[in-house]
């Protein structure tokens, strides 16, 4: 078994060699709220789930998309599991543009659950000339697409500050010290009782960013859960499955006389 | 292989294998000796073998829902990560398993060189393995571009522009690979073509891999020859299939844990980004397995002598065999050798690390110094040390370390059991 120390020396010296390549570029520690949905047993925060789509949909929507996602996530398992009802009373707030009809003729109608999230703007051009000259990127995988994930997201959303003496910024650019570079397009989205939540709970900027980030990641990775809970029976199942073998292995080297 | 000649019990089975001798080759598969001290560096070949089906399999599945086109191959990833039943796992599976497809190759490639499975009579399977290698490097590379992300495409360019260091035909040469002047929807769709069928050239050089081996047999730890079948063999099944097997549930798990709880530790954020011609990542890095070739293509400042720098380092493992000049194939006899193995075992793991720092300052010089050392130590070191170095006595059969009571002996035992893994 010694050579089974060895081996997992190895591979963990690998895992860790790889995490640190990645961690190495970070200058500014990120903030963690501590996130339930991290570890063998994570799982959303039900509530954060459904105030986080609150101010997504108040906030962020207003100039970031989330065109890989449809209104009917929002009620599949795993998610903020809005009831069948309250997703159709969603979508159908918004307008979608569908068509030809038997006249050829393209028009509007509500959305439907089975649409995707609507954009704030027809297309990238009318997004980046909305938004002095910087896209406000998708959100639909954005968790993902940023080194830190939802530390950084986070951090990002609680980050600004006032400029440093001496440096002066333009108009239209902000300071965030989580930033690379720390000048930043977006101006400061969250600031106190902006959201009114339904459940009571009070909208401080800690509370709205730890929400919206949840619902970040839940919209990037909808299948955390599933996938956390499958992982950890195929863990279990392959510990136990490679001790049985392990001893069938005892069993018919032992007619060997030799050490395995 | 067995000598004797098998012959089916049923008269079915001797018919059928009278016009196909598929059951003699099954035969042969399991009955096939094996020496009985492999260790578990061993269990590799089989893990190998297990990664490039399961990458088929899990491909041939993605190619069902994934789009091959510069506008919706983004999109179409994100459908498969969504909408199709299962589709996470199914690509979660495929991206982290050509990280463990790597892990595997690169201990697999290890374990041939500490225990000098590369020398004669092995220079065959050996070279196969190294294009083998070279074809996986490849399919990888055109894999990755398929989501078309940024790292996706950034990589694609960086990769194919180093071509154009060719004097004279390399900047038609890159275009020709291209399918037009930068890379576009052209190079997506001849990438994702590529990567359908590179995978069985792989497959089809697994099984000449194989075939060879089963000539001369394993190597052993102890790098002697072995007589065959004897009390120094065992059948390959069942006891070298359930070692197999076990070895790959313990690889599994590793697996398991990869695929499960850290899909996406191995990759790139900024492939989650949907490619953009117009905007440059900070850095271009490549997935990790192609980190230390990519420093040693870093390292050199002429962009020329780079690639040449860089596919000599592979071109120099093929010609291995005839650069290692030791009659004992073993690192456990080697004294010197097994010191300088490991020494080449970091550089290595250096040159990957210095892959994914930027090229400047300490970096590169460290990185400079690291190449250097690679190319030396095939080079120079290797041919050297097959002439210089006294090399320990090698007992004369697996079961039976017969050296007649000397000092030599126990000291042979004793060198035995510390490598015995």
């Known amino acids: 078994m010694k050579s089974f120390l060895k081996f997992f020396l190895i591979i963990s010296f690998f895992c860790l060699k790889v995490s640190f390549i990645s961690a190495a570029e970070?200058?500014?520690?990120?903030?963690?709220?501590?996130?339930?949905?991290?570890?063998?047993?994570?799982?959303?925060?039900?509530?954060?789930?459904?105030r986080g789509y609150q101010v997504y949909t108040e906030v962020c929507a207003a100039c970031h998309s989330m065109k890989y996602l449809s209104y009917r996530?929002?009620?599949?398992?795993?998610?903020?599991?809005?009831?069948?009802?309250?997703?159709?009373?969603?979508?159908?707030?918004?307008?979608?543009?569908?068509?030809?009809?038997?006249?050829?003729?393209?028009?509007?109608?509500?959305?439907?659950?089975?649409?995707?999230?609507?954009?704030p703007y027809p297309n990238e051009k009318a997004a980046i000339a909305a938004n002095g000259g910087a896209y406000p990127p998708d959100m639909s995988v954005l968790v993902k697409a940023r080194k830190g994930g939802a530390d950084y997201i986070y951090s990002l959303l609680l980050g600004y500050e006032d400029p440093p003496s001496g440096l002066s910024l333009d108009d239209g650019v902000y300071y965030n010290k989580y930033m690379a570079g720390n000048k930043i397009k977006m101006s400061n989205p969250l600031s106190d009782g902006l959201v009114e939540y339904g459940d009571g709970t009070s909208a401080t900027p800690e509370q709205m960013a730890k929400d919206v980030t949840t619902f970040l990641v839940w919209a990037a990775e909808p299948h955390l859960e599933a996938r956390h809970k499958i992982g950890f029976r195929a863990i279990i199942y392959l510990i136990i499955l490679s001790i049985l073998v392990y001893f069938s292995m005892k069993k018919i080297w032992s007619r060997v006389e030799s050490k395995i | 292989m067995s000598d004797h000649e098998y012959i089916p019990k049923s008269k079915l089975g001797k018919w059928f294998n009278d016009r196909l001798p598929i059951l003699t080759l099954a035969n042969h598969l399991t009955e096939y000796p094996t020496p009985k001290n492999l260790n578990y560096w061993w269990t590799f070949g089989g893990i190998l073998t297990f990664c490039l089906i399961t990458q088929i399999v899990t491909g041939l599945i993605l190619a069902m829902h994934y789009v091959a086109h510069a506008d919706l191959a983004f999109g179409s990833v994100e459908h498969i990560m969504r909408n199709v039943n299962y589709g996470w796992l199914i690509r979660y599976v495929h991206a982290n398993g050509a990280s463990m497809f790597f892990l595997a190759?690169?201990?697999?490639?290890?374990?041939?060189?500490?225990?000098?499975?590369?020398?004669?009579?092995?220079?065959?399977?050996?070279?196969?393995?190294?294009?083998?290698?070279?074809?996986?490097?490849?399919?990888?590379?055109?894999?990755?571009?398929?989501?078309?992300?940024?790292?996706?495409?950034?990589?694609?360019?960086?990769?194919?522009?180093?071509?154009?260091?060719?004097?004279?035909?390399?900047?038609?040469?890159?275009?020709?690979?291209?399918?037009?002047?930068?890379?576009?929807?052209?190079?997506?769709?001849?990438?994702?073509?590529?990567?359908?069928?590179?995978?069985?050239?792989?497959?089809?050089?697994?099984?000449?891999?194989?075939?060879?081996?089963?000539?001369?047999?394993?190597?052993?730890?102890?790098?002697?020859?072995?007589?065959?079948?004897?009390?120094?063999?065992?059948?390959?099944?069942?006891?070298?299939?359930?070692?197999?097997?076990?070895?790959?549930?313990?690889?599994?798990?590793?697996?398991?844990?990869?695929?499960?709880?850290?899909?996406?530790?191995?990759?790139?954020?900024?492939?989650?980004?949907?490619?953009?011609p117009l905007v440059t990542p900070?850095?271009?890095?490549?997935?990790?397995?192609?980190?230390?070739?990519?420093?040693?293509?870093?390292?050199?400042?002429?962009?020329?002598?780079?690639?040449?720098?860089?596919?000599?380092?592979?071109?120099?493992?093929?010609?291995?065999?005839?650069?290692?000049?030791?009659?004992?194939?073993?690192?456990?006899?080697?004294?010197?050798?097994?010191?300088?193995y490991w020494f080449l075992v970091a550089d290595v793991l250096i040159l990957g690390y210095m892959g994914a720092m930027p090229a400047e300052g300490v970096y590169l010089l460290v990185a400079r110094v690291a190449t250097a050392y690679y190319f030396l130590h095939f080079l120079v070191i290797l041919p050297i040390l097959g002439a210089k170095e006294k090399t320990l006595e090698v007992p004369l059969s697996i079961t039976e370390p017969v050296l007649g009571g000397s000092a030599t002996t126990s000291m042979t035992r004793n060198n035995l059991d510390k490598n015995k893994i």
């Open chain 1, 26 to 50: 970070q200058t500014e520690k990120l903030l963690n709220p501590g996130w339930g949905f991290k570890g063998f047993f994570g799982k959303f925060d039900r509530g954060s789930l459904q």
């Open chain 1, 73 to 119: 996530n929002l009620s599949e398992t795993g998610g903020p599991e809005f009831t069948k009802d309250q997703v159709k009373a969603i979508a159908s707030q918004f307008e979608v543009n569908d068509g030809p009809n038997d006249d050829g003729e393209m028009f509007t109608r509500p959305a439907r659950p089975a649409d995707n999230f609507v954009s």
């Open chain 2, 105 to 276: 190759v690169y201990i697999h490639i290890f374990r041939s060189l500490y225990y000098g499975s590369y020398k004669s009579p092995r220079e065959i399977i050996w070279i196969l393995g190294m294009i083998i290698y070279i074809l996986m490097m490849a399919t990888a590379f055109m894999g990755y571009v398929l989501p078309w992300g940024q790292m996706s495409f950034w990589g694609a360019t960086v990769i194919t522009n180093l071509f154009s260091a060719i004097p004279l035909v390399g900047e038609s040469i890159v275009t020709w690979l291209w399918g037009g002047y930068s890379v576009d929807n052209p190079t997506l769709t001849r990438f994702f073509s590529l990567h359908y069928l590179f995978p069985f050239l792989i497959l089809g050089l697994v099984v000449l891999h194989i075939w060879a081996l089963h000539v001369p047999g394993n190597n052993n730890p102890i790098g002697i020859d072995v007589k065959k079948p004897s009390n120094d063999t065992v059948s390959f099944h069942p006891y070298i299939v359930i070692k197999d097997l076990f070895a790959l549930l313990i690889f599994l798990i590793v697996f398991a844990f990869f695929v499960f709880y850290s899909p996406n530790i191995l990759g790139h954020a900024d492939n989650y980004i949907e490619a953009n």
């Open chain 2, 282 to 340: 900070a850095h271009i890095v490549p997935e990790w397995y192609l980190l230390p070739f990519y420093a040693i293509l870093r390292s050199v400042p002429d962009k020329l002598l780079g690639v040449i720098a860089m596919f000599a380092a592979l071109f120099i493992l093929v010609i291995l065999p005839w650069l290692d000049t030791s009659k004992i194939r073993s690192a456990i006899f080697r004294p010197l050798y097994k010191q300088f």
